[in-house]
C-alpha cells in the first residue's frame, strides 16, 4: 500500500507540473502564444530591411556640390537662375518632408517593437520559473517515480494507461522546452530588430540635418547671387529695368486673374445666383512663426537697387517650413509658380478682396480649394526673388494693393 500511495503521490505530483506549465501557458499575450521558426525568420528578415533602409538613407541624400557645380551654368540669366534652384529647392523640401514622415512611422515601430520586447522578456521568465519549478519537483520525487508509476499498475491495461501518462508528461516537458528555447531566441531578435531600428531612426535624423543645411546653403548661394546681379554698378541700369519688369509682369498676372475670377463670378451669379461675400471680419495672422517684419508695406528705398519702390505687401521672416495660413475664409484661385512670386497662393474672399502668399517651400492647397480662416495652406520658405525664408502677404482691394495691417489689426 505504501508503494501504492507513493505512485499516487507521483503521479500527482506530475498533474502538478502540468498545471503549472498549463498556466503559465494562459497568462502568455495571444501574439507569443504562436512563436515559430518562421516568427523568428521574419523578425530576421525585418532587420535585414532596416539594415538596406540605412543604407538607403546614406545613398540618397543630396549631392550639394555636384547640384552647386550644377547651377553654376545658369548664373548668366537670373531669372533662369532662380527657377533652377528653385527647382532644387522644391526637391530637397520633399525629400525633408518624406524624411520627417519616416521617422514618425520609425518611432511608431520602435514603441511596437519594444512592446514586443518586453511581452516576450516576460513570457521567457515565466517559461523560466515553471522549468525551474518542474526540475525541482523531479529532483524531489528522485530517479525511481517513473518506474515506480509503471510497476504500480493493477493489469495490463492500467500499466498501457500509465505509460501513455508518462509519455504525455514527458511530451509535454519536451514541448515546453522548445517553447522556451524559442522565445529565447525570439527575445534576442527582438532586441536586434530595436537596435537596427534605432539605429534607421538615428540615420534619418542625420539626414534631415543634412538636407537642410543643403537647403539653407542653397538659399543662402540664391541670397548672394541675387545681390551680387542687382548690385553691380555695371549692370545696374539693367538690374533696375528687370526688376521694373519683374514687378510689371508679377502685377499682370495678379491682374488677370482677378478679371478671371471676376468673369467666372458673374457666370455663376447669372446661373444660379452663387456669390462669395466678404463679412468684414478681422484676417487671422497669416505666419504664426514670424520672428520679426524684414519689410514694411508701403513705399520704400529699394536696398539693393537703390531706386525708389513700392512694396506691395509686408515681409514676414519665419523659418523655412513654418506654416502659413488662410487669412480668412475663401476660394484659392491660384496655387502656382513664378520666378518672381515663386510658389504662390491667391484667395479670393469675395467682395473684390484678395490675399496673395509668396515665395513658399510648399503649397498644401490647389485653385478651386475653399480654405477657411486659419487652414495651413503652405510652408514658409525662399522661392523666386527671395534672399530668405518669410512670407511676402499682401492684400489687394478693388484691383489695387491695400495695407495688410488694416485687416490684420
Known amino acids: 500500500m505504501r508503494n501504492r500511495g507513493h505512485t499516487k503521490k507521483c503521479i500527482g505530483m506530475l498533474l502538478l507540473a502540468a498545471v503549472i506549465f498549463s498556466q503559465t501557458g494562459e497568462a502568455e499575450a495571444v501574439s507569443l502564444s504562436s512563436i515559430t521558426s518562421d516568427s523568428i525568420r521574419e523578425k530576421e528578415g525585418q532587420i535585414s530591411e532596416a539594415q538596406d533602409e540605412k543604407k538607403q538613407l546614406q545613398s540618397a541624400l543630396t549631392d550639394i556640390k555636384a547640384l552647386k557645380e550644377q547651377l553654376e551654368g545658369e548664373k548668366a540669366s537670373l531669372e533662369s537662375y532662380v527657377v533652377a534652384l528653385d527647382s532644387n529647392l522644391a526637391e530637397i523640401q520633399k525629400k525633408i518632408s518624406e524624411l520627417n514622415g519616416m521617422i514618425a512611422a520609425k518611432e511608431e515601430e520602435i514603441k511596437e517593437t519594444e512592446e514586443e520586447l518586453k511581452a516576450a522578456t516576460l513570457k521567457q521568465e515565466e517559461q523560466y520559473d515553471a522549468m525551474k519549478q518542474r526540475i525541482q519537483m523531479m529532483y524531489e520525487q528522485g530517479d525511481d517515480y517513473y518506474l515506480e508509476t509503471v510497476l504500480s499498475a493493477e493489469s495490463f491495461a492500467d500499466l498501457l494507461n500509465k505509460i501513455d501518462y508518462i509519455q504525455m508528461v514527458m511530451d509535454y516537458d519536451n514541448q515546453k522546452l522548445e517553447e522556451y528555447i524559442l522565445i529565447r531566441e525570439y527575445v534576442e531578435v527582438c532586441k536586434q530588430e530595436l537596435d537596427a531600428e534605432k539605429e534607421v531612426l538615428g540615420e534619418a535624423k542625420v539626414s534631415v540635418e543634412k538636407e537642410e543645411a543643403s537647403l539653407a546653403q542653397l538659399i543662402s548661394d ?154 495651413k495652406i503652405a510652408a514658409v520658405g525662399s522661392t523666386g526673388r527671395s534672399t530668405g525664408p518669410h512670407l511676402h502677404f499682401s492684400v489687394r482691394k478693388n484691383g489695387g494693393y491695400v495695407s495688410p495691417w488694416g485687416y490684420l489689426g
Not at 297 to 313: A, D, K, M, S, T
Not at 318 to 339: R, T
Request: hydrophobic fraction near 40%; charged fraction near 20%; aromatic fraction near 8%.
Open 222 to 375: 540664391k541670397e548672394t547671387e541675387i545681390t551680387l546681379k542687382q548690385g553691380d554698378i555695371n549692370n545696374k541700369s539693367a538690374a533696375i529695368a528687370e526688376y521694373e519688369a519683374d514687378i510689371k509682369a508679377q502685377n499682370e498676372l495678379i491682374a488677370s486673374l482677378e478679371a478671371a475670377v471676376a468673369a467666372e463670378r458673374k457666370r455663376l451669379a447669372e446661373e444660379n445666383g452663387r456669390k462669395l461675400t466678404y463679412d468684414g471680419g478681422m484676417f487671422t495672422f497669416p505666419a504664426p512663426s514670424m520672428t520679426r517684419i524684414s519689410e514694411e508695406y508701403g513705399e520704400r528705398i529699394h536696398p539693393i537697387l537703390g531706386v525708389p519702390q513700392f512694396h506691395n505687401g509686408v515681409d514676414l521672416a519665419a523659418p523655412n517650413g513654418s506654416p502659413i495660413l488662410a487669412a480668412y475664409d475663401g476660394e484659392v484661385v491660384a496655387a502656382s509658380y513664378s520666378g518672381s512670386m515663386g510658389n504662390y497662393i491667391m484667395i479670393d474672399h469675395g467682395d473684390s478682396l484678395y490675399t496673395i502668399y509668396m515665395h513658399a517651400s510648399a503649397l498644401y492647397v490647389s485653385k478651386g480649394d475653399l480654405v477657411t480662416k486659419g487652414q
